[in-house]
């Protein structure tokens, strides 16, 4: 397995209009703002639009984006497996909008969605509150729940993957629509 390649901002933004930018967050995510031409594919919808991304490889770089760089540089290990070569952006989002760079919102869009890392946040907050209030007015077994939530969020810190993260991604507000994403695909069929 090899391991991508990471462009920092200031070089993706040079290079920003020769690149594929696939944006690899949830559609909420997406929709509060985006690198300039980016392509939302939620990152487990790769597998799925993995012929549509290996066309645009064969016409240009591609580069994948997420909030901090985790989903990206996993989008890239899935796509490396498969023969295609992708880059991620250091830092993510965040970084690009630390930096200065312009964010774009989806035209007509009001959606706005928390980010993954906050709805991850609150959900073990709320699993963890959730368990030590049973535990002290039910029975002392439901301090268990929020040890594992401790344990999770320890295996998630040492393997840079989230399984939180996994499952809220598929709640109904964190899906692409299947008009957006087909339309999405075609784009990248197009380049």
């Known amino acids: 397995m090899t391991t991508p390649t990471s462009l920092a901002t200031d070089e993706a933004r ?4 020769e690149l594929t930018v696939i944006d690899v967050r949830t559609p909420g995510e997406y929709a509060g703002g985006h690198l300039p031409g980016a392509l939302n ?3 487990d919808q ?7 991304i290996r066309h645009a490889a064969g016409h240009g770089d591609v580069l994948v984006v ?15 497996e498969n023969g295609v070569t992708a880059a991620t952006l250091s830092g993510g989002t965040g970084a690009w909008a630390a930096d200065g760079h312009e ?5 007509g869009s009001s959606r706005t969605s928390w980010g993954m890392e906050r709805q991850v946040r609150l959900t ?6 959730l368990g030590l209030l049973l535990g002290l007015v039910v029975h002392p077994a439901f301090q268990l729940l929020s040890a594992g939530i401790a344990a ?21 507000h964190n899906r692409p629509r299947a008009a957006d994403l087909d339309k999405t695909l075609a784009a990248l069929r197009n380049r």
Request: charge should be positive; hydrophobic fraction near 50%.
């Open 66 to 80: 997420c909030a901090s760089g985790a989903r990206s540089e996993n989008a890239c290990k899935i796509l490396a």
């Open 103 to 107: 964010l774009h919102h989806p035209q």
């Open 14 to 17: 040079t290079r920003l209009h």
């Open 152 to 172: 999770g969020l320890v295996f998630s810190a040492l393997t840079n993957t989230c399984g939180m993260a996994a499952l809220l991604a598929r709640l109904p």
């Open 124 to 129: 073990a907050g709320v699993i963890v509150l």
């Open 46 to 52: 790769i597998r799925r639009a993995l012929p549509d």
């Open 41 to 43: 594919i939620p990152l």
